[in-house]
T-cell receptor, first 115, second 114 residues
Framework: EAGVAQSPRYKIIEKRQSVAFWCNPI?????LYWYQQILGQGPKLLIQ????????DSQLPKDRFSAERLKGVDSTLKIQPAKLEDSAVYLC?????????????FGPGTRLTVL | AQSVSQHNHHVILSEAASLELGCNYS??????LFWYVQYPGQHLQLLLK??????LVKGIKGFEAEFIKSKFSFNLRKPSVQWSDTAEYFC????????????FGGGTRVLVKP
């Protein structure tokens, strides 16, 4: 079974530039999550999708971050404009269970460095 | 603010030593508890989980964790570690009080010396 795919794996940009990350979840998983993991901290949920609808985006900084999952499969997360404090690993995870009670399967992450 | 706390940021121990990693959370009510592990160069993956029933749960690779409701704790243990247990370990809580979001602790880096 293929895992969660993410690209790119690494990205270096300057502040005020924009960047986009892509995630392809495990086939059949209706629930998709984006997390931000700052160095030395645990992952923090940014947004949760159920199919193509947003379930929870309460911790997404909506002035600069946006995410979509138009066809209920792949998802993109965008930052525009980026700030220095956005340097982090962005993790995508998926699950077959929207309640959050079952295992989430994580991708390898995209490491973003903002200079 | 409600949170998940892991007491140790770094742990260094020798093979065959026993390991215990602390995890405390501050959510009341119904909680579901997880330990995830990230081996070097690999993805985060589930080690074990607790939903209900026996508060002592067993996971993969000889790990176990004990849920103590009165102490709001879910400590991870392994009686005898191996070099291959070198990894970062994350405690995570899914709490109804937090809208069923999975909230992670800050992680503990474990280095097992051969």
């Amino acid at each position: 079974e293929a895992g969660v795919a993410q690209s790119p794996r690494y990205k270096i940009i300057e502040k005020r530039q924009s960047v986009a990350f892509w995630c392809n979840p495990i086939s059949g998983h209706a629930t998709l999550y984006w997390y931000q993991q700052i160095l030395g901290q645990g992952p923090k949920l940014l947004i949760q999708f159920q199919n193509n609808g947003v379930v929870d985006d309460s911790q997404l900084p909506k002035d600069r971050f946006s995410a979509e999952r138009l066809k209920g499969v792949d998802s993109t997360l965008k930052i525009q404009p980026a700030k220095l404090e956005d340097s982090a690993v962005y993790l995508c995870a998926s699950s077959y269970d929207p309640s959050g009670l079952q295992e989430q399967f994580f991708g390898p992450g995209t490491r973003l460095t903002v200079l | 603010a409600q949170s998940v706390s892991q007491h140790n940021h770094h742990v260094i121990l020798s093979e065959a030593a026993s390991l215990e990693l602390g995890c405390n959370y501050s959510y009341g009510g119904t909680v579901n508890l997880f330990w995830y592990v990230q081996y070097p160069g690999q993805h985060l993956q589930l080690l074990l989980k607790y939903f209900s029933g026996d508060p002592l749960v067993k996971g993969i690779k000889g790990f176990e964790a004990e849920f103590i409701k009165s102490k709001f704790s879910f400590n991870l243990r392994k009686p005898s570690v191996q070099w291959s247990d070198t990894a970062e370990y994350f405690c995570a809580v899914n709490a109804r009080a937090a809208g069923n979001k999975l909230t992670f602790g800050g992680g503990t880096r474990v280095l097992v010396k051969p």
